[in-house]
């Protein structure tokens, strides 16, 4: 992918049973300086996988949270300069405080499992025929 627009083509499935409601994702991208050739951290992202079902702006706080749902759809996220603090507990906020990466975000999608045609049970791409996997995996969009 291009220097300037560089494309992680990264794709996770989640299919357990119980999730904590408070689950953050931590984004941290990494690039190798070119005069040196060492490894630097770029910035951190974050992202809340779940929202309080009684009010979608909110993740919801304590990991005993009954009413959640999932924080589907697709998210631009900007890059911070700084790492979460161990000290805080980790929300999707934590970071709004620092200082962000100029010019620098990352480009997120969260998508709900698709039901088998009985009903009872998630397709999975892992494992799946050509077919069945092209109708699983979305395709990229063209941000040109």
Do not use: M
Not at 100 to 116: N, W
Request: net charge negative.
């Amino acid at each position: 992918s291009p220097v300037l627009s560089p494309v992680y083509n990264h794709r996770t499935e989640y299919h357990a049973g119980f999730y904590d409601p408070t689950c953050t994702l931590i984004i941290r991208v990494e690039s190798v300086e070119a005069a040196t050739h060492e490894y630097r951290v770029v910035g951190y992202a974050l992202l809340n996988i779940f929202v309080d079902a009684r009010d979608v702006k909110r993740q919801p706080t304590e990991s005993t949270h009954q009413d959640f749902l999932l924080n589907e759809g697709c998210f631009q996220l900007p890059l911070w300069q700084s790492p979460p603090r161990r000290e805080e507990p980790l929300t999707a906020d934590c970071l709004n405080n620092c200082l962000r990466v100029s010019a620098a975000t990352v480009l997120v999608r969260i998508r709900r499992a698709v039901a088998a045609p009985d009903g009872l049970t998630l397709l999975s791409a892992e494992g799946a025929d050509a077919p069945t996997k092209e109708k699983l995996i979305e395709k990229l969009p063209s941000y040109a």
